[in-house]
C-alpha cells in the first residue's frame, strides 16, 4: 500500500485518536451499563458511535469537521462516501437516533428515556460500524500490476460467514482484538465479553439472566412552571434546550 505522508498522518490519527479510543469508550460503556447509570451509559455509548463514524470518514480522507456530537449527521456523511457501500441496518440506524435524542444529557438539561435493551443494540451498532473503521480504498502492486483492492475489502465485510459468526471478524491491530486476547481475568477482557453476542472468542446462541435496565428522567426545568425561565439566569442550556422553551 502506497501512501504519502499526509494520508499516512490522517490515518494514524483514525486508528489512534478516533478508533482506538471509541473501542474504550466501548468497553467502558458496557461496564458502566452493569452500574445502572444508565444516562452515563447512553452518553458513553454516543461517544464511542462518533468517534468511529469519524474514525471512517478519515480512513477515507474526508473532513470529520463540523459534526460535534451529532450521531445522525455523521451517519450521513459516511452514507455520502458511495463507493463505501455502507452497510446498517434498520436497527442501528433507529438506535442511533435514539441517542442523539437521549444521550447528550450530561447535565440532566433534558428529559430522556431509555427502554432497556440499549446494551443489545449498542453491541449490534458497533460491530455493524466497526467493521469499515479501517483503510478499504487502496492499491497494491502485483508483479507489476496495480490492483485495487476496495472490492476485495468491501466483500470480505460483507461475507454472510461473518453475518452469522460475528465473533469472528477481526480488524487487524485493532485494540479490543488485543483485549480478547488478554488473560481470561483481566477487566477489560471481562467487560467486552459480557453478555455479548459479537465479541468473544466463542460464538453466544443465547444469554441468560440479563437486566433489562429501563429508565426516565424530567430534570426540574421541565418539571416545574417558570423552571426555565429562572434557571436560565444561573446556568449554561445548550441551543437545543433554549429552542424547546423559548419558541413555545
Not at 18 to 36: C, E, G, P, S, T
Not at 180 to 195: G, Y
Request: proline share 2%; net charge positive; with cysteine.
Amino acid at each position: 500500500m502506497t501512501l504519502s505522508n499526509e494520508e499516512k498522518i490522517v490515518i494514524s490519527f483514525a486508528t489512534e485518536c478516533f478508533r482506538n479510543v471509541a473501542d474504550k469508550d466501548y468497553i467502558a460503556a458496557r461496564m458502566i451499563y452493569r452500574l445502572n447509570l444508565i444516562e452515563q451509559f447512553q452518553w458513553i455509548a454516543l461517544q464511542a458511535i462518533e468517534k468511529y463514524l469519524k474514525s471512517i470518514l478519515l480512513y477515507n480522507l474526508r473532513s470529520a469537521k463540523g459534526l460535534n456530537h451529532d450521531l445522525e449527521k455523521a451517519l450521513d456523511k459516511v452514507e455520502e462516501i458511495d463507493y463505501l457501500e455502507f452497510d446498517l441496518l434498520e436497527e442501528g440506524k433507529k438506535f442511533i437516533t435514539h441517542l442523539n435524542k437521549n444521550a447528550q444529557n450530561r447535565y440532566l438539561e433534558q428529559c430522556s428515556y431509555a427502554l432497556g435493551n440499549e446494551l443489545l443494540l449498542l453491541d449490534h451498532t458497533v460491530w455493524s460500524i466497526r467493521r469499515y473503521c479501517t483503510v478499504v480504498n487502496y492499491e497494491i502492486n502485483c508483479n507489476g500490476e496495480k490492483i485495487n483492492m476496495l472490492p476485495y475489502e468491501l466483500k470480505k465485510i460483507k461475507l454472510d460467514y461473518y453475518k452469522n459468526n460475528p465473533h469472528k471478524f477481526s480488524l487487524i491491530g485493532g485494540y479490543l482484538e488485543k483485549v480478547l486476547k488478554r488473560e481470561k481475568s483481566d477487566p477489560e477482557r471481562k467487560a467486552l465479553i459480557w453478555k455479548n453476542f459479537y465479541f468473544g472468542l466463542n460464538r453466544k446462541q443465547k444469554i441468560k439472566n440479563f437486566t433489562f435496565r429501563s429508565r426516565s428522567v424530567n430534570p426540574p426545568h421541565f418539571r416545574y412552571i417558570r423552571g426555565y425561565e429562572i434557571l436560565k439566569e444561573y446556568v449554561y442550556f445548550p441551543k437545543r434546550i433554549k429552542k424547546m422553551f423559548e419558541e413555545n
